[in-house]
RNA sequence: GCCGAAGUGGUGGAAUUGGUAGACACGCUAGACUUAGGAUCUAGUACCGCGAGGUGUGGAGGUUCAAGUCCUCUCUUCGGUACCA
């Protein structure tokens, strides 16, 4: 009874079991009901972290509990392969994009192998692999032709010095992370895709997400931003043109006192031209092309603007106003362009302030007398209409829609709806991505490459630039085309690649037929297999990468090549990963095995002693090196134990906080199970598990254990089946757990030996997705054969649920003071009885007359005396 | 800034529709076994108080017989914010 439970040599044992025995290989099975988990593909970083680890164990257990349920389950996993990260990394080690990740996906491939995890392998892809991007750029020209896609300029960071496009990361105080340069916006044409178009449907049908946590339908509804509200036209003074303004409030129109183009307008250049405004806006737009337009980053610099020198006309007032460029307008949203009311609008009357601009009251509340000289904040809500001619005390709900029709006959105005979403821009100036199908002919323009020239390799035998652009520019044999339409020699190749979120957003349809070469998914697989029943991932995928996907399956859906527009029913956003920080005054960040207890028990550092201060629990990340390797966990203590911690530290949608005690618990708890199990096997020979009622048991004790036993299979299998929580499953497995370890099986009679057994045998198949190997090697030590994965996930019996008494918790005034035991049948009369007869309640209601008595049965019989 | 979450013992966390706050685990304390233990087993462990008892779910109010749970306000931390994935 010494011997523990030996994790390097059970699991590989198990894991070429299921190899050589192809247990997770799964193919389309009409007679059977299908089942498609997906946990989101990793960027191929180099090492499985602990974050994927918890991912991945969540999908797994899932997986395994749904085979034992009789489902066919299709558990595949792939990489997302092409991203920046490749090319930092090929800079940094003089390495090549390609072999960084190759290598990377072999060891991280391996890693994942040792975790035990169910994948069918055999469906594995990498987006950065031709087989994948062909289908990719096929669907392009597809979208192409549909005018699904298009190209318009837009602005990208630019570090002049290093002659590269900057993602935002990259982009520090708006510097460049690499020479410090100061970061211009650069106007560059680009590709979108018109994710627009499906605003609407999308919107929609985030509620018809049932099984997707509120929360993110809510971000993503708020971050497609439908708004109601008017278009309306304000003719420039002295011009025919008209500026276009998108708002919501078209009842404040008459206070309209000035007008704010976005930097970027097309018009600021031509209204400022020739006035003696023309030096100063230049100055202005320059100075705003340094500035981050982000949202986040708008938010860092104060709103200022300069005059354009221009004047248009309020349509209402027939006023002269003067238009301004200010920073805070994005040429993004709505028109680029907004009319500014400052007495109902914040950053308005902010920048009227600074400006010396009128600000004219057209909204006030009953009772308010707002004057635009005095008052220290805009008005936002609703009132009634001043100042505004005809209309004056109209209500200003009201007044929406009655200004707007006004407007709208005279010619100035029409409802309009508008949405934040903008189209999406795929077009990145880099190296590793997937190539652009089109070629720039001088003579014909934009030219699709022919469907049969596809795919468009990336070469691989180019070398990136050390500060980080794209070679493909310079890459003769790539970026000189003949130009499909008129043969011309000297047309150019799209030398963008796409954005990364483009292989992210269908890949779960290339894992139904990943080998298929005659279209981007089998339709007869996608047609089994898809949509994904349960998606798994992080939370900060919330509002892209899924709205990207939804938006794909509805452009395929459009093109008639499959038959559903959502792709994930059912959606898990599971949290981080976290610890805490360590920092020595001397060395920075300390990794944790940097950081030892010394005989005072104090942290030091490893390298010169000095104290450590311990800091926030935060996001593992290696820039913090508050990381955990789970090759040391893997290696320590084996991928059950590991499994096991990730799933009972916390339930999946919350963050994680990673503690080594809690792993050793994790490790106490498998080796309680193994001990007990290993005990029982030398203890109780010759017996088979009870399967009756618990009423046909004798003894009182048997008959406890078997209700425990029952009502933990219905614990386990709720707590997974309903809501994940794995952790409260878990528990629940150590209470039964605790509770064998009371019984002294020496003198357990035959009665007993049977119920124990039953217990035994349905905690192996509990925790059996849990800890795969380690189930596996006890079910085969208690003479069963095959793989616990065949077995059939347990059942409990509803007659034996329930003990034959009940507690009743007896409160006076909502405050516990007594319980009692009781006959679980009794009735409600008898209850008060017994509660109003109790010695401890007694003296709390003393001589009073209790007004009210509550009696609760639902879940805990509760009685609540009020006196 | 905007959008979305989360705050419960020394720690991670548990608590259908409002109904015994702290399951389960870590840590700690004591005991047992042991040549030894960082193994294992048993017991105890929210806080204050000698006690009766009182107080407790980030903070302040409110609704209710009853609030961790519902409502209002507020503080802190985290995620996303369109080129990190």
Redesign the pocket.
């Known amino acids: 009874m010494e011997e ?1 439970y030996h994790p390097e040599l059970v699991e590989p044992k198990w894991q070429a079991y299921w190899k050589e025995n192809q247990l997770f290989k799964v193919t389309e099975n009409p007679l059977k009901e299908k089942y498609y988990l997906l946990e989101m593909f ?2 191929p970083s180099g090492k499985i972290h602990i974050g994927h680890v918890r991912n991945y164990t969540i999908g797994d257990v899932v997986v395994r509990y749904k085979r034992m349920k009789g489902f066919n389950v299709l558990h595949p996993m792939g990489w ?1 392969a ?4 490749a090319e930092n990394a090929a800079i940094d080690n003089n390495t090549h994009p390609a072999a960084w990740t190759y290598e990377n996906i072999s060891s991280m491939r391996e890693q994942l192998k040792k975790m035990g995890f169910s994948y069918d392998w055999d469906r594995e892809i990498a987006t950065c692999r031709p087989e994948y991007y062909k289908w990719e750029q096929w669907l392009f020209l597809k979208m192409l032709e549909k005018k699904m896609a298009y190209r318009k300029e837009s602005y ?2 630019w570090c002049e010095k290093c002659q590269t ?6 982009v520090e105080q708006d510097k460049c992370w690499r020479c410090s340069q100061t970061v211009q916006q650069k106007k ?1 044409w ?1 590709w979108f895709f018109k994710i627009t178009d499906y605003a609407q449907d999308l919107l929609v049908h985030c509620d018809k997400l049932p099984g997707w946590p ?3 339908t ?2 993503q509804k ?2 497609i ?1 439908r708004s109601v509200g008017s278009e309306l036209k304000f003719k420039i003074h002295g011009q025919e043109n008209n500026i276009e303004v998108f708002t919501t409030r078209p009842d404040t129109v008459f206070g309209a006192t000035f007008m704010c183009l976005a930097p970027e307008h097309p018009l600021v250049e031509s209204l400022s031209k020739g006035t003696e405004k023309q030096d100063e806006v230049a100055a202005f737009v320059q100075k705003v092309s340094t500035q981050e337009r ?6 860092k610099y104060e709103k200022e603007g300069v005059f354009t020198g221009a004047f248009c006309i309020n349509p209402a007032t027939g006023e002269k106003i003067p238009v301004y460029t200010a920073n805070f307008v994005l040429m ?2 709505g028109t680029g362009a907004i009319m500014s009311v400052p007495a109902g609008d914040q950053r308005d009357f902010d920048f009227a302030r600074k400006y010396g601009l009128e600000i004219r009251v057209v909204v006030q509340p009953k009772g308010e007398l707002f004057d635009g000289n005095t008052m220290d904040q805009a008005y936002t809500g609703e009132g009634f209409l001043v100042n505004s001619s005809e209309f004056n005390g109209l209500e200003s709900a009201k007044a929406i829609d009655v200004i707007t029709d006004w407007l709208e006959k005279k010619g100035r105005g029409k409802k309009a709806v508008s949405y ?3 189209d ?7 190296y590793w991505g997937a190539p652009i199908p089109v070629v720039h002919c001088p003579d014909c323009g934009v030219v699709p490459v022919p469907e049969t020239d596809l795919p468009i390799r990336l070469p691989e035998d180019a070398n990136l630039l050390e500060k980080g652009g794209s070679p493909l520019p310079y890459l003769d044999s790539f970026a000189k085309a003949f130009c499909p339409e008129c043969g011309r020699k000297d047309a150019k190749r799209d030398t963008d690649t796409m ?3 483009v292989e ?1 957003s269908w890949y779960y349809l290339r894992y139904c037929s990943p080998r298929y070469d005659e279209g981007m998914f089998d339709p007869k697989a996608v047609k089994y297999w898809a949509p994904v029943d349960q998606y798994i991932g ?8 899924l709205l990207y996907s939804r938006y794909f399956m509805r452009v395929l859906h459009t093109l008639g090549m499959i038959d559903f527009k959502e792709p994930f029913t059912r959606l898990l956003t599971q949290g ?1 990963v976290c610890k805490e920080t360590m920092t020595c005054p001397d060395h920075g960040y300390l990794f944790p095995e940097e950081a030892l207890k010394d005989d005072k028990g104090s942290l030091v550092c490893t390298k010169c002693n000095k104290d450590v201060a311990v800091g ?4 593992m990340s290696k820039s913090k090196k508050n990381v955990v390797d789970p090759n040391e966990l893997l290696e320590k203590y084996g991928a059950d134990v590991t499994r096991l911690f990730c799933l ?4 999946p949608e ?4 990673w ?1 080594e ?2 792993v ?6 498998v ?2 199970v193994w ?1 007990l199990a290993l005990e029982c096997l030398e203890k109780i020979d010759g017996f088979k598990p009870f399967t009756g009622a618990a009423s046909d048991l004798s003894s009182e004790q048997a008959k406890a254990l078997y209700i425990k036993a029952n009502q933990t299979i219905q614990k386990v299998t709720d ?1 997974i089946d309903k809501s994940f ?1 794995f ?2 499953a ?2 629940a497995v ?2 039964l ?2 509770v064998l ?2 019984i002294d099986l020496d003198s357990a009679d035959a009665e007993m030996k049977k119920v124990i057994l039953f217990s035994l045998e349905n905690i192996l198949l509990l925790l059996s997705p849990i800890l795969p190997h380690f189930c596996e090697e006890l079910f085969e030590k208690f003479g069963k054969t095959g793989s616990i994965l065949e077995q059939s996930w347990p059942e409990y019996r509803k007659d034996s649920l329930k003990t034959d008494e009940i ?1 009743v ?1 007896v ?1 006076v ?4 003071r007594s ?1 009692f035991t009781i006959d679980a049948g009794i009735g409600e009369a008898v209850i008060k009885e017994t509660a109003l007869a109790d010695e ?1 309640i007694k ?1 709390y209601i003393g001589d009073k007359e209790p007004k ?1 008595i ?1 009696v ?1 049965r ?3 019989t ?1 009685i ?1 005396i ?1 006196v």
């Open positions: 523990r990793p960027y997302d092409f991203g920046m990260p990208v960071n496009v900057l993602a935002n990361e990259q560059l680009q509120d929360k993110v809510v971000m708020n971050w931003g982000s949202a986040e980053g708008l938010e993004g949203y934040r979403l903008r999406w821009g795929i077009s990145r100036q880099r954005d990364t979120f992210s992080g939370v900060e995928h919330a509002v892209l990468h981080m926030r629990v935060i996001k009972f530290a916390a339930p919350r963050d994680l906080e503690s005690d809690g050793e618990g994790s490790n106490r708890f080796n309680r001990r707590d929580h952790n409260t878990i528990s150590m209470e757990v605790n370890y009371t507690i918790v409160q005034n909502g405050k516990l319980k401890k003296k009210k509550i609760i639902k879940k805990q509760l609540n009020v």
